[in-house]
T-cell receptor
Framework: GAVVSQHPSWVICKSGTSVKIECRSLDFQATTMFWYRQFPKQSLMLMATSNEGSKATYEQGVEKDKFLINHASLTLSTLTVTSAHPEDSSFYIC?????????????????FGPGTRLLVL | RKEVEQDPGPFNVPEGATVAFNCTYSNSASQSFFWYRQDCRKEPKLLMSVYSSGNEDGRFTAQLNRASQYISLLIRDSKLSDSATYLCVVNLRNTGKLIFGQGTTLQVKP
């Protein structure tokens, strides 16, 4: 099946640091990617929809200036957590929708990256 | 009220048991339905899609009742490797957004 990679898989940083997480679709193009966050013992919560070539769409309550999303190519979306604080410590997961390069038709299935575990000290 | 509700469990069952999970969703604009499986500290993986006609994949059977806005997953002959958290997921029409339930934890014991 389609593969999505994330980098880094984990990061530990000091409070106030900005952290960039990359999400790549391997061997397929994805004009739409999603960013989720999961706190311990809670469900995945959608943070934003990343659209190639345009601004991301943020869910209610998610600060766009804190969580910067850039989707500059058909295979790469990045999430930057700016000035991270301990409460931003979480499991960040991206997903991508497989899109046919010929027809542009999109699959209903979202393919998830392996996640990035962020710990802010 | 949560958009997708599940009993978090945990469900502790012996090997070979049959176990059923239920899920309800509140948004009638929900278009597609899925069960995902998530292992500890890993990303969710698609287990199966759910259709109104019901569908089966080996030991797993999923059912959707649109009128009641209710989804179920039945696991027969439980294996130790079935131990995981099972996430009920709905896809809102025309948005592509997935809404996840809290998940139901299953522990299969020898």
């Amino acid at each position: 099946g389609a593969v999505v990679s994330q980098h880094p898989s984990w990061v530990i940083c000091k409070s106030g640091t900005s952290v960039k997480i990359e999400c790549r679709s391997l061997d397929f193009q994805a004009t739409t990617m999603f960013w989720y966050r999961q706190f311990p013992k809670q469900s995945l919560m959608l943070m934003a929809t990343s659209n190639e070539g345009s601004k991301a769409t943020y869910e209610q309550g998610v600060e766009k200036d804190k969580f910067l999303i850039n989707h500059a190519s058909l295979t790469l979306s990045t999430l930057t957590v700016t000035s991270a604080h301990p409460e931003d410590s979480s499991f960040y997961i991206c997903s991508a929708i497989l899109e046919s390069p010929v027809s542009g038709r999109r699959s209903e299935t979202q393919y998830f990256g392996p996640g990035t575990r962020l710990l802010v000290l | 009220r949560k958009e997708v509700e599940q009993d978090p469990g945990p469900f502790n069952v012996p090997e070979g048991a049959t176990v059923a999970f239920n899920c309800t969703y509140s948004n009638s604009a929900s278009q597609s339905f899925f069960w995902y499986r998530q292992d500890c500290r890993k990303e969710p993986k698609l287990l199966m899609s759910v259709y109104s006609s019901g569908n089966e994949d080996g030991r797993f059977t999923a059912q959707l009742n649109r009128a009641s806005q209710y989804i179920s997953l039945l696991i027969r002959d439980s294996k130790l490797s079935d131990s995981a958290t099972y996430l009920c997921v709905v896809n809102l029409r025309n948005t592509g957004k997935l809404i996840f339930g809290q998940g139901t934890t299953l522990q299969v014991k020898p």
